[in-house]
């Protein structure tokens, strides 16, 4: 049996459904963190990929939300995206959605934009797509996909990104938050995401994934690039360069991964190379409970980010009396680990120099014996890559 066969005999318990509607199903989302969407050129480059997205798939988008109106309209009484960018000056700020169906159910096609503005400080700009499942398997479809996943990464220069199997519901995806942990918690292999993710962003990658993009920026914090790929290489870790970073590739074909199963071996290792530039100070990934329904809190977000590093991490034994706080006890001893020396306890490592300035939200990384130290980034206001720099990290909790 084929992948893409075991994923679709499957479809009867990752699909949910309410008045008979797929409200949440599994499809395919990629997704790039990029800077500059202040800025013309890039606001440019990205109706570019959004326009090359519709080339594909546009047949196949019935409606739009109109962010000026609030409203949802047909995708033929839409504005055209780039006769919106034109009228808009640096402190406007993109929003796009665009899909299939309706707003109430599934949305096997999708394509979505936010972009910062110029007044922001260290908010990073995003775009999303979402294609169904067999587009990861059908090689024709999946050429297809990677064209684009290429084209997304030159245009916008990403500071990361990722591309595999994925939770995806309605419009209003936070209605079925707490369907996104029931599945979350049955199946390792599929990517939770939403809007929440920007916040921290700028920190770094919240998850490898089938494909995990690393910009150059970013690769920054291990040594550049080329000290990455001679990483990877060593491994025996396929990878893909391209001019703006590199695509990190998780296999043929995307996996699944049923909780209780083994994490297959590539996955493990791409955990471990990248888990230095991994955000260790994740928010929730859900909003708060309305009627006691379980959704992702700070702890149970935090766990699931690190369900590669260690086994049993993820799911909990039980989601019953959970603090609030993010896992961790309180160091036996003070450990300093400076960049560019190996970890020699499993741990959440923060900044001092951040951490000084604001304990809650400062600079964090999670690290397993032998993981190496990285540097600390030195960006502008909109990610513009100044420096690389070597500090002392210090062992804020014990995992």
Known sequence: MTAFASLEDLDFDYQYIEDERVVMTVGVRATFYFWGGHKAATRSALVECIEAYERLYGA????????????IVAIGAMTPLHSLVQAMDEDDQVEWFAASGDSETATEYHISALTERGWQNGQVSVVSFVVPREHAYVPEKRGALFKLLDLF??????FH?????????????YLYQSDEIDLASRYLGVFIEDIFHSNWAQTGFTSIDWRTFVGNTLAERVGGISALTDQLRAAGIAFSSVPSGVFINAGDDPEIVPVGSEVPRTLAIINAI?????????GSMGFGSIDGERRFDRYTSDLWVRRYDVPGVWPPATFIGLPRAPAGAAPRKRVRLETGHACSIHGRYSD?????????????LVLLPGDIAPYVLKLGLHGEYLSREAITWELVAEL
């Open 161 to 173: 990104g990722h591309a595999g199997l994925a939770a995806v519901s309605t419009y209003e995806q």
């Open 352 to 364: 001092t120099a951040s951490r000084a300035a604001d304990a809650d939200d400062a600079l964090q």
């Open 60 to 71: 196949e988008l019935d409606w739009a939300f109109n962010a000026d109106r609030g409203t």
């Open 153 to 158: 990464a030159d245009r916008l220069a990403p």
């Open 274 to 282: 990248l888990r230095p530039l991994r955000s260790g100070n994740v």
